[in-house]
């Protein structure tokens, strides 16, 4: 009888011991290993970093509009808060595109590093492309950080050459968090260039102006480093570049010369989804907005005097249709409606199934044209210009000196986000619309530099701000 | 760790023997009681320095085994004073005992262990249920509310049922939780589960007056045994158990009362109201006799046929009445003791449709299986049903709110037809066109929870010497949620009405095996050991459906409508820990102890899985000295000290993990992947190394007597939730403040203070006796060090944290009264102007909502049967925000107001407070409340002093009981919240909503009422 009583509490207290396990599981969300775990996985992961570029943080809507209301493209005609400090280039004012970036940035770390181990399922070709397109995308948020926040090689004000710290390995716990100095432009260029030219490699060549180039590609890696090669003054790999695009994939501008509302109708979304020259276009669906606070901050919303409920606070500057109406053959000049307030640019319709929902094209193959034009100069860049203007309806022809280069790239990619960067790139003052009361800001001005945020500056050691914040 | 425990349980076990005598006698005798001569079953009567003793059998016999020379028998039993008889040649020893009036014997149960209070190092405070018996509170939280120093207990809602806040010894975490961790019968219960129709309190399974007695371990030496979630305090709750007394004792208990709201506010009637409107347009330059103007809207002040009025306040309040019925029986023999409760409680509540209903049954179960073996059960089993109203609800349509705020000319009802009407009639836009009495009638808001709180436990004793014993807890609780708002209220009629219902169960278990050693040597020597494992996992999980458009408003199951959302959730842990405990003290008089804890716990990362944590303490009973023996008035004299390290816990489940989720929006038609959390695997407990001084006394024959505790709590390695580096490229803040941040252990609060509990007899001449008892608690709360470099922590432009204040305070605007000349309200600039247009910069910190005094008075007056109870509690040196005046005492929009707001500035030279009366509140654009932030206007001083309960009772003498066949016959009458002394604004200064458990607002919460019952005891 004792006997059995003490097997009944030796069994009782095994029992209780035998209890030892600590791993829990959080039912509501999917852990890294299984996340991570097929080339499926990582195709979501991509998919959410190609999301974040319509953000309007960043192409959505920032990276269209300021970079032309920072210069003298836009003016600002109704006063809701927005853009107020941009317009003026008030100090703490401009593009902030840091944090959103960051988190894109690492998505594509994690595709570019972790993708090929051989624990992930899925096949090697599968994997080349979804690393290639990880790479593109990562050029591509570095080139927009570095051309935000720095000066580019060659044109540095007090020889400040820092860009953005070169964060390239993936954040999977907090212990991978590095706080890293911001690395040089130079540096930044280069890892660019090194992506751009590891996906040329792994990308495939898309059909323009199709939903194909919702994803990347080998020429839009291509237009996209002849573009990082301008900018870094590199003329001969840009031209280069440039040219490839042209002859690359048999595209080719939309030819207004043939039909004349041709060009007028490439932004009609209803009818072309997919702008024709778009070599890379980001595709907006219904999920991707929640509620009204997509349609308010659609560019839509923003640039046009629309019925259902647009804010419309920015038409085209003075300065830009007195431009435009130099050459009284261009069809771009029909691309603006007179309202009230002002005339709107017929640009961003916003005509998609969703309304004041569309498509944003990000590299269009008439850069290309215009890249060309600049690199070779005048003279051997005559003919990319003058192509361009023809197809625009521009019968007389021009030498692609740098102003007449720049002058047709304000025109061809007006609310497109260029205009700033064109500016800076060179090293030129910007120029501001009458209308914003302002003169001109000097190149060597600090504020052609935004600030990097405060938070961010609070939280390192090694960061250091842009001259003149502190 | 296991192998071990298991190789030394079986090698104690082999050396199980009894102890021979050479020559052996045998001494008897019986035990009675001194109070009414009645045997005493159950005393221990032990051979002094050896185990070998027996037990007082139902007659109150005993008999035992002795060495032919000498000896000393000691008697011992709970509750009544332990005496030592030298057997000297005796064969026949009697003995009278004598209840224990004394302090000296009282045991502490500490958990796995009880422990005597005398021998006690650690800070402990007790409650028994003859303090609380009767009170008519649903949970023993409230039930002990300024009973125990260094406890701070307040009602977080006058709900029935509803949340109380326990602070033990200060706050001492910040973004972790500061609730105390509570043990009934063993059972460590969850603090989540219940419903959230109603203020739920985890309590509530328990019913009060089935508890024993309630321990609350204060220090570190009294509560490092458990470890990681001790920093917060612990309460062990026992509830009650048999007795060997032969016959089954039956106690029937019925309580009636009402309660009562009482201090609400005086609101105006609908003449005043519109007055008011008509003064608010005059003011802002309009005619109130215009088209559309306040005449038409509220009616013409001079003409009362152009307005109804309706009283809200008393609409949505009533007396409301609550019922108690209780049953008990216990009894038992040798072998076998019981304890059998149950209960119904059925409490209205002060707001109309809000109440409280509870069935508790209770069997506790204890059996000595052998002379070695004994099992142990304690089952309960509650169904709780709670009708709720928004319980503290920050809806300004709430009762709360809305009662004060509706507008007095709009009637609720057509008293034509009876029906419930729009509101407001005149169909201008007010609280969201919510007709509140409409809502409480028509809405449902039922929360119905079925709950166990059981364990079950057994104990051998292997030798005289050592035992081992085991215990499973589970506390189980299934709720069900029905939230039905009919289409036949105007508000919900556009969806069609909707129907939502949520399904919970939250499972915890725990288990424990501990082995008990006890044994003195050489008389002197005292030696108690014990090692312990313990393993623990709750898991809580729900389902949710929701469904609208329903063709009837009659209909209340989802599958009447359409489905509308469905949803649900899953959380656990687990934790696991190993324990040991040494106590030791010669001869009752150095005393020394030392506990230490090995914790692993699920919620750290793996590199900071396990935790140690420990406390040491010493004491000296200097009443036991040779040099003391003069001092015959001193009957103990203490001191004691002790130290110890303690962890919190209370975080988040899954803290840890990195995990991935989909991101907004889609791409090329597929989902999108992010991660939402990353993981820290470096988190770990946060760390509370506390220090207590203490002195026990008690003198002049144990009529005074006291317990003086200085102490000093450092929270370290605190849980926060710190920004990380963005361009680390992960977003971890919450869905519209994108700033990345983690859970980190960083910075420092510093709690100290002195609790002081003193009590005794006053006076006690003839049959007239006066007991009273006190208790006092100083506490000083202080953040000492915060993330970084920076001493402030803000909430957008507010700062939240400050080093050098406490962890919750009120950063307002100083207001300084209103312009004499002009209406206009003003406050001072931070460097000491006026201005009338003031920032966020102008703030400051004006007060702090933790008291910095807080305790209890009891009173006992009895004379011969009658018996007066008088308890009062306090807390001082804390404030409130008064956030309900912000609506009601508003200088413009379409809330009914305060009535005091008649004295608003009217024509230059007014002296007043109250600014300008205008249509919007603003003047020349500022608005006059500096709603932004704030200002001292409505911060109230939250000091109070409240005669709590008074109970007089009276007791039927024994001998006419006896000629009817009763043990006892009382009745009584009771009151609670019966007077209040206070500054306070507001209505209750108890009754604050919550921010870390002290409270800083006043708005939307739920006040309590004034309670009267009588009530009648019955003992078979």
């Known amino acids: 009888m004792k006997s059995i009583k003490l097997i009944i509490i030796l069994i009782s207290s095994a029992f209780i011991f035998g209890c030892d396990d600590l791993d829990v599981v959080d039912k509501s969300a999917l852990p890294t290993d299984v996340a991570l775990q097929d080339v499926q996985g990582y195709q979501t992961v991509l998919n959410s970093a190609y999301e974040s570029v319509n953000d309007f943080g960043y192409y959505g809507q920032t990276m269209m509009i300021g970079p032309e209301i920072l210069a003298d493209n836009m003016e600002l005609i109704q006063l809701t808060g ?192 997919f702008h024709p020259e778009s070599l890379f276009e980001s595709e907006l669906q219904g999920p991707d907005w929640s509620g009204v606070d997509g349609a308010n901050n659609s560019l839509h919303s923003l640039l046009m005097n629309d019925g259902g409920g647009s804010q419309f606070i920015i038409s085209p500057s003075a300065e830009l249709i007195a431009e435009i109406e130099t050459e009284s053959e261009d069809v771009r000049r029909d691309l603006f409606n007179v309202e009230t307030l002002g005339l709107e640019y017929n640009k961003w319709r916003g005509a998609s199934s969703v309304p004041f929902q569309e498509n944003i094209p990000i590299l269009r193959l008439s850069e290309a ?28 022809e021009v030498p692609a000196t740098l102003d007449n280069v720049l002058r047709e790239k304000r025109i061809e990619f007006m609310a497109e986000g260029h205009r700033w960067f064109d500016l800076k790139r060179n090293g030129f003052d910007i120029p501001k619309p009458a209308a914003s009361g302002e003169t001109s800001l000097l190149y060597t001005d600090f504020r052609i530099l935004p600030r990097i945020p405060q938070s961010e500056i609070n939280l390192s050691d090694q960061l250091v701000n842009n001259p003149g914040y502190n | 760790m296991k192998k071990f425990l298991l190789l030394s349980f079986m090698l104690m076990s082999t050396f199980a023997s009894g102890n021979l005598w050479a020559q052996e006698r045998t001494v008897s005798g019986k035990v009675t009681s001194v109070e009414d001569g009645s045997s005493l079953p159950g005393v221990n009567v032990i051979l002094k320095g050896t185990t070998s003793g027996a037990v007082t059998d139902i007659d109150g016999n005993y008999n035992l085994t002795v060495p032919s020379e000498g000896g000393t028998l000691v008697f011992s039993f709970i509750g009544l004073a332990s005496e030592e008889v030298d057997i000297g040649a005796r064969s026949v020893i009697d003995l009278s005992m004598s209840p224990d009036v004394q302090q000296l014997s009282e045991v502490i149960v500490t958990g796995y262990s009880n422990e005597l209070k005398r021998k006690l190092t650690g800070s402990a405070a007790s409650v028994k249920a003859e303090e609380i018996e009767y009170l008519p509170m649903q949970s023993l939280d409230r039930a002990i509310q300024g009973r125990a120093a260094g406890t701070q207990i307040s009602a977080a809602t006058g709900q029935p049922g509803g949340a109380v806040n326990i602070r033990i010894r200060g706050i001492g975490s910040i973004n972790s939780g500061n609730d105390p961790l509570i043990i009934i019968d063993g059972v460590q219960v969850a603090s989540l589960g219940g419903t959230t129709q109603a203020s739920q309190n985890p309590l509530n399974s328990i019913n009060p007056n089935d508890i024993e007695s309630i321990d609350i371990l204060k220090d570190a030496a009294a509560s490092a045994i458990y470890g990681a979630q001790a920093a917060n305090g612990v309460i062990v709750v026992t509830t009650k158990s048999g007795n060997k007394g032969g016959q089954t004792k039956i106690d029937i208990t019925y309580q009636e009362g009402i309660n009562e709201p009482f201090n609400l506010y005086d609101v105006l009637n609908a003449q005043q109201y519109a007055d008011v409107r008509a003064q608010q347009e005059i003011n802002s330059g309009l005619d109130p006799a215009r088209a559309g103007g306040s005449f038409e809207l509220f009616g013409d002040p001079s003409d009362p046929s152009t307005f109804d009025n309706q009283d809200w306040v008393d609409l949505m309040f009533q007396d409301a009445r609550f019922r108690t019925i209780d049953l008990s029986m216990n009894g038992g023999n040798d072998k076998t003791t019981f304890f059998f409760g149950a209960s119904y409680n059925l409490n209205e509540g002060q707001i109309i449709e809000s109440e409280f209903e509870r069935f508790t049954g209770r069997l506790n179960l204890s059996h000595r299986a052998t002379d070695n073996l004994s099992l142990n059960a304690k089952l309960s089993i509650t169904h709780l049903k709670q009708f709720g109203t928004i319980s503290n609800g920050n809806f300004v349509n709430g009762p709360f709110i809305g009662a004060f705020s509706s507008i007095p000319s709009s009637l609720a009802v057509n008293p034509e ?69 009919p289409r036949s209220i105007p508000v919900f009629a556009g969806e069609g009405g909707s129907v939502f219902i949520n399904n919970r169960r939250t499972l915890n278990v725990n288990g424990n095996v501990n082995l008990n050693y006890n044994k003195t040597w050489n008389e ?30 009659f209909f209340r199951l ?46 750290f990362g793996s590199k900071n899985q396990y935790g140690t944590f420990y406390a040491g303490s010493v004491g000296w009973r200097i009443s036991e000295e040779s040099f003391m023996s003069g001092l015959d008035f001193v009957n103990d004299l203490k001191i004691r000290a002790s130290y110890g390290v303690l962890g919190n816990a209370e975080i988040g489940n899954f803290e840890t993990l990195t995990s991935f989720s989909n991101a907004t929006g889609q791409y090329a038609a597929q989902t999108t992947l992010t991660i939402d959390q990353l993981g820290n695997d470096e988190i770990t407990w946060e760390e509370e190394e506390a220090i207590n001084l203490g002195i026990d006394f008690s003198v002049l024959n144990d009529r005074v007597y006291g317990t003086i505790d200085v102490w000093r709590t450092n929270n370290n390695e605190l849980l926060f939730d710190v920004p990380f580096l963005q361009s680390g490229g992960v977003n ?58 920076s001493d402030t922590i803000f909430d957008g432009s507010i700062p939240t944290l400050i080093v050098g204040q406490p962890v919750s305070f009120f950063y307002l605007l100083d207001y300084a009264g209103v312009n004499p000349a002009n209406g206009r309200a003003m406050t001072r600039t931070a460097d000491g102007g006026l201005t009338y247009n003031p920032g966020f910069e102008d703030g400051r910190v004006v007060g702090d909502p933790i008291p910095n005094q807080f305790g209890g008075w009891t009173n006992t007056f009895t004379y011969k049967g009658i018996t007066l109870d008088i308890f009062f509690q306090f807390q001082l040196g804390n404030e409130s925000f008064l956030g309900d005046l912000y609506n009601i005492l508003d200088n413009g929009g379409n809330d009914n107001r305060r009535t005091d707001i008649l004295n608003s500035w009217d024509e230059p030279g007014d002296l007043t407070n109250y600014p300008q009366l205008t249509t919007n509140g603003n003047i020349l654009g500022v608005d006059q409340e500096f709603g932004f932030i704030g200002s001292t206007r409505f911060l109230s001083d939250a000091s109070y002093v409240r005669l709590k309960t008074l109970t007089l009772s009276y007791d039927f003498p024994k001998s006419i009981l006896e000629k009817v066949g009763l043990r006892n016959f009382r009745v009584f009458a009771q009151g609670v919240n019966l007077i209040t002394w206070t500054e306070f604004d507001g209505i209750d200064p108890e009754v604050v909503a919550n921010n870390n458990g002290t409270g800083t607002s006043s708005f939307g919460t739920f006040p309590l009422g004034r309670m009267y019952s009588i009530g009648v005891n019955l003992g078979l």
């Open chain 1, 82 to 273: 927005r853009y107020e400090l941009e317009y003026v280039n008030a100090v703490n004012s401009g593009i902030n595109i840091w944090f959103n970036r960051y988190i894109a940035i690492n998505e594509c770390n994690i595709i570019i590093e972790t993708i090929d181990d051989e624990s992930v399922a899925g096949s090697v070709d599968e994997k080349a492309r979804l690393r290639g397109e990880a790479l593109f995308l990562r050029a591509l948020f570095y080139h927009d950080l570095a051309r935000v926040y720095g000066y580019e090689p060659g044109r540095e004000v007090d020889n400040f050459n820092l860009a953005v710290p070169l964060v390239v390995t993936p954040t999977l716990g907090l212990t991978d968090i590095e706080d890293l100095p911001r690395a040089s432009n130079v540096e930044v260029y280069t890892q660019i260039k090194a992506d751009l030219n590891a996906a040329i490699g792994l990308l495939q060549d898309v059909t323009p102006g199709t939903t194909e180039t919702r994803f990347a590609s080998r020429n839009a890696a291509r237009l996209l480093l002849a573009r990082v090669h301008l900018y870094e003054g590199d003329d001969t790999q840009a031209a280069a570049f440039a040219q490839q695009v042209i002859i690359g994939d048999g595209s080719d501008l939309v030819q207004d010369s043939l039909n004349l509302n041709l060009y007028f109708d490439s932004f009609n979304d209803a009818s072309l989804p």
């Open chain 1, 369 to 396: 044209y215009l890249i060309a034009a600049e690199a070779l100069g005048p003279g051997p860049g005559d003919a990319f210009l003058n192509a361009l203007r023809l197809e625009r309806g521009i019968t007389t």
């Open chain 2, 417 to 485: 037809t009876g029906e419930f009407n729009p509101y407001p009639t005149n169909g201008i836009n007010h609280l969201f066109g919510y007709n509140i009495f409409h809502g409480v009638n028509e809405e449902i808001r039922e929360g119905r929870t079925f709950q166990t709180v059981s364990s079950v436990g057994a104990t051998y004793q292997i030798i005289p010497s050592l035992s081992i014993s085991g215990l499973v807890g589970i506390d189980l609780s299934m709720n069900r949620d029905d939230n039905n708002r």
């Open chain 2, 524 to 553: 002197v020597h005292n030696f108690k050991a014990l090692i312990g494992y313990e393993y623990k996992f709750e898991e809580r999980e729900g389902a949710n459906l929701r469904a609208n458009q329903f063709s009837n408003a």
């Open chain 2, 558 to 603: 989802p599958g009447d409508g359409l489905p509308d959302d469905v949803g649900g959730f899953f959380q656990e842990y687990k934790r696991l820990g190993f324990f040991g405990k040494v106590d030791y003290d010669y001869n009752d008089r150095y005393l020394a102890s030392f506990t230490l804890r090995r914790d692993g716990h699920s919620r």
């Open chain 2, 732 to 789: 971890s803040g919450t869905a519209g403040d994108p700033e990345a941040s983690i859970v980190q252990n960083v910075g420092s609060v510093r709690n100290q203070g002195i609790d002081i509990e003193v009590g005794g007899v006053v006076m006690d001449k003839g049959d007239f006796k006066w007991n009273s008892s006190f208790n006092l608690s100083f506490l000083e709360n202080e953040v000492t060090d915060l993330t970084g470099e």
